[in-house]
């Protein structure tokens, strides 16, 4: 079994920055595309940014210049700094991982952590 954990979520006035993480764990042979997602009150999920095992990442339009995903393979850690947030932000973020175990490759979702930005 693999367990993902996200944290570093809260509340933020308007223009301020929050950095993510989402700490893997478990039975994991290797980590392959990474990404956060979120999901606002009564909208579908929605996909942030995405990093590949490569390192190379995408980030959404919304998002692009404001928020950057990275990644420690030593710690199997991946990362959101988010800055210059907006009211917009505010939502659900899910940590999501494609993970290799013994045999087979499945995808992992976190439990979530709540970001609130207040204008």
């Known amino acids: 079994q693999v367990q993902l954990v996200e944290s570093g979520g809260g509340w933020v006035q308007a223009g301020g920055s929050l950095r993510l993480s989402c700490l893997a764990s478990g039975s994991i042979v290797s980590l392959n595309t990474m990404a956060w997602y979120r999901q606002a009150p009564g909208t579908q999920r929605e996909l942030v940014a995405v990093?590949?095992?490569?390192?190379?990442?995408r980030a959404a339009d919304p998002v692009k210049g404001r928020f950057t995903i990275s990644r420690d393979a030593a710690k199997n850690t991946v990362y959101l700094q988010m800055n210059r947030l907006n009211p917009e932000d505010t939502g659900d973020y899910y940590c999501y991982a494609y993970v290799r175990t013994a045999g087979t490759y499945t995808a992992y979702w976190g439990q979530g952590t709540q970001v609130t930005v207040s204008s």
């Open positions: 990093i590949s095992s490569d390192g190379s990442t």
